[in-house]
């Protein structure tokens, strides 16, 4: 079988003219990021590398010293290439600038460098996500309001996920497509090629000690699959919950299934609790185009307009015949 690289997979889709130079460039960097930040995830405590940075982030959560390195490590590789004209991230409140000194690029990356964090101490899959966007034209200095495009307008997302192998999943507009680290050649092989989500599934996803706090449409549709097949839908659902995004997505992407975040009233506040920007735009734009559905409860996901760069969003994404259903009891209602 002839082994692709990552590296030969991209030349070939800049060759068909899926993606240019700067895209290619930006997409190695990211991979080479990425295996930086896998090498420093395995060490673990062998480095000191678990626990707390003793600092918060924006979200006000308590990070996490990988959160902080792998950031640092996202930033860093993306700085210098010249394919970029600013980043942001879910660890820094306001947008990151290329330095003075570097030549700036026409695209916008987001990202969330360390996703599942919580999972970090006790040795669970980890993983980050990324978003790539156009630099409007025109514009003169990088601010907030050139992020906050929706995510239909993206030109790839990707994640990694930092599991018993290192995956980099991607798509630049034509599919899904993933990659599996090879650890002693220190190169991505295309392993995964076309991935789809099945439009029916067994399988679901979300944080049931949030029941109590969840909205009817979404009581009622967890209610459904709980009863099995002797209830309304007549087979019986299975459940999964890992806590990292990454790798409850990467199941839905690989065998199918349906993940929800949906809004809660622990969340109501804040619109959602996972990250419109670094969390859901990409993961929709991943799962739609491996023919899967992802939506607010009342929304298509890439269609929000997007008002700040830390909003947040309810997420509900997977196998379209379930998500379609939760998506109508929530307009039903
Ligand atoms: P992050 O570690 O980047 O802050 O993201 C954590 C997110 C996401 O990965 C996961 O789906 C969700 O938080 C888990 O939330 P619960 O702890 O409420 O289950
Ligand atoms: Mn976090
Ligand atoms: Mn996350
Ligand atoms: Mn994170």
């Given at each position: 079988m002839r082994r692709v690289t990552l590296t030969q997979f991209l030349i070939e889709q800049q060759r068909a003219g899926r993606t240019s130079p700067d895209l290619r460039l930006l997409i190695e960097v990211v991979a080479r990021a990425v295996k930086a930040i896998g090498v420093n995830v395995s060490k673990g405590a062998l480095a000191d590398l678990l626990g707390e940075a003793g600092t918060d982030n924006i979200q006000g959560e308590a990070q996490k010293k990988l959160d902080v390195i792998a950031n640092e490590i996202l930033l860093q590789a993306n700085e210098w290439g010249g394919h970029l004209a600013a980043m942001a991230s879910e660890e820094v409140e306001e947008v990151h600038q290329i330095p003075f000194d570097y030549p700036k690029g026409g695209y916008l990356l987001l990202f969330d460098p360390l996703d599942g964090s919580s999972n970090i101490d006790v040795n669970i899959s980890v993983g980050t996500i990324f978003s790539v966007l156009r630099f409007p034209e025109g514009v003169k200095e990088p601010n907030e309001q050139c992020f906050l495009?929706?995510?239909?307008?993206?030109?790839?997302?990707?994640?990694?996920?930092?599991?018993?192998?290192?995956?980099?999943?991607?798509?630049?507009?034509?599919?899904?497509?993933?990659?599996?680290?090879?650890?002693?050649?220190?190169?991505?092989?295309?392993?995964?090629?076309?991935?789809?989500?099945?439009?029916?599934?067994?399988?679901?996803?979300?944080?049931?000690?949030?029941?109590?706090?969840?909205?009817?449409?979404?009581?009622?549709?967890?209610?459904?699959?709980?009863?099995?097949?002797?209830?309304?839908?007549?087979?019986?659902?299975?459940?999964?919950?890992?806590?990292?995004?990454?790798?409850?997505?990467?199941?839905?992407?690989?065998?199918?299934?349906?993940?929800?975040?949906?809004?809660?009233?622990?969340?109501?506040?804040?619109?959602?609790?996972?990250?419109?920007?670094?969390?859901?735009?990409?993961?929709?734009?991943?799962?739609?185009?491996?023919?899967?559905?992802?939506?607010?409860?009342?929304?298509?996901?890439?269609?929000?307009?997007?008002?700040?760069?830390?909003?947040?969003?309810?997420?509900?994404?997977?196998?379209?015949?379930e998500v379609e259903r939760v998506t109508a009891y929530h307009l039903e209602g």
């Open positions: 495009q929706p995510g239909r307008e993206q030109v790839a997302a990707g994640y990694a996920l930092y599991g018993p192998s290192t995956l980099l999943i991607l798509t630049v507009g034509n599919g899904v497509h993933g990659f599996t680290l090879d650890r002693e050649m220190g190169s991505f092989v295309y392993t995964h090629p076309f991935m789809t989500v099945p439009v029916d599934t067994q399988e679901y996803a979300i944080n049931a000690s949030n029941a109590r706090h969840w909205e009817p449409p979404v009581q009622r549709y967890v209610a459904e699959l709980q009863q099995g097949k002797t209830g309304p839908r007549g087979k019986d659902f299975n459940m999964r919950w890992v806590a990292s995004m990454v790798a409850d997505v990467h199941r839905v992407l690989t065998r199918g299934g349906i993940f929800m975040y949906p809004l809660d009233e622990k969340c109501r506040d804040q619109g959602g609790k996972l990250r419109l920007m670094y969390e859901a735009n990409p993961m929709a734009m991943l799962v739609e185009q491996a023919g899967g559905s992802a939506t607010t409860g009342r929304q298509r996901i890439l269609d929000v307009q997007p008002e700040r760069l830390h909003q947040r969003v309810p997420v509900i994404l997977g196998s379209t015949h």
